[in-house]
């Protein structure tokens, strides 16, 4: 072999030599940001590792869903209950089987949007696992109200069943929640309602007044030993219902806005004004969800924020739902807690 031969070979052996090594650091690269770089729209949920790995199984830093709503044209019917874009009924272990799908063509991609209507339903039932009363949800509805009115709600239909109402506008952004103590908060609020108007706590066949012996209300006529009854005799009954009766009732939210102000002593929040029922369901969440105060209650406001831990019952439930938030976010309760 002469010498130009074999330097045309030394050629060819160099360049297979440096093209392996290009093409083996391409892969490399590429394996690695498969591997470090989630999928933008949509990243699944281990939920079996939260017991080996107690963070937050909803992290904030990556999409966990598509939010078809972000992009969508926000809702602006008449309709105070919003529009209706999927119904799942809830079964006896906590599955959701889907019922029924809205009408209006416009928001098609979100009716459909199983993956996102589950991981809000997951988060919700993740918070009230262990709890009873939890059971006496039947029915779960996406619907939208359109951004910053109702974010989530539970109503007792005409057939006596319980049912959650939650918007994806109001709890997910870019697919993860945006804010997740006015989220928590919401729905600890809204199962403050079911605990105390179940139909462990009031009788939804009593409907007129003249039948009722306590406090008659949407739900039906409170029981004399429930949460309800025991709280509005001590905290409502008298000049303060009937005060609230001739300001707020029927007149809106400003006019409960200003009894708020006129009663500084009395709620803890502006929206405790509302309703009597509307107020012990804001005093359970910040029952839940505050520390116990140490100090001897001086208002009204303070005695409501202590009076649910006269009841054990109320008192476990309170530990289960906070235990079951520190699993689910175990810095939740070291930031201070701000309702917007």
């Known amino acids: 072999m002469d010498t130009s031969q074999k330097k045309s070979r030394g050629k060819l052996v160099f360049k297979i030599l440096a093209a392996a090594i290009v093409a083996f650091f391409l892969f490399a690269v590429v394996r690695y940001l498969l591997e470090e770089v989630p999928d933008p729209e949509y990243t699944a949920v281990d939920r079996s590792a939260v017991e080996e790995d107690p963070g937050n199984v909803y992290p904030v830093g990556n999409a966990l869903v598509t939010s078809y709503l972000d992009t969508l044209p926000s809702y602006t019917g ?11 009924s809830i079964g006896n272990n906590g599955s959701l089987t889907k019922k029924e799908l809205g009408s209006d063509a416009t928001y098609t991609k979100e009716m459909q949007n199983l993956d996102e209507h589950t991981f809000i339903w997951n988060f919700y039932a993740d918070i009230f696992q262990g709890v009873s009363e939890f059971s006496y949800l039947k029915t779960f509805i996406i619907n939208t109200d359109g951004i910053e009115n109702s974010l989530a709600s539970v109503r007792l239909d005409e057939n006596n069943v319980w049912e959650l109402y939650i918007d994806p506008v109001d709890a997910l952004k870019d697919g993860k929640i945006f804010d997740e103590q006015d989220f928590v908060y919401s729905l600890v609020h809204e199962f403050g309602h079911l605990l105390t108007l179940n139909e462990s706590q009031a009788d939804p066949g009593i409907y007129y007044e003249d039948d009722c012996s306590t406090v008659l209300l949407q739900e039906g006529c409170v029981f004399e030993k429930s949460y309800y009854n025991q709280y509005f005799m001590t905290f409502w009954e008298g000049d303060m219902f009937d005060a609230w009766y001739n300001d707020v009732d029927g007149a809106g939210e400003d006019a409960a806005y200003y009894f708020a ?15 009597p029922e509307e107020d012990i369901a804001e005093v359970f969440a910040n029952f839940v969800l505050r520390d116990k105060p ?10 409501k924020l202590v009076f649910f831990y006269q009841f054990s019952d109320l008192v476990d439930i309170r530990q289960t739902i906070r235990d079951n938030i520190e699993q689910l976010d175990p810095k939740f309760f070291t930031r201070p807690l701000i309702i917007k």
Do not use: K
């Open 78 to 88: 008449n309709d105070p209950e919003g529009l209706m874009l999927a119904t799942y």
């Open 294 to 303: 140490a100090a001897t209650p001086t208002t009204v406001a303070e005695e």
């Open 261 to 275: 102000i006129d009663h500084p002593d009395d709620f803890l929040t502006n929206y405790s004004s509302t309703a």
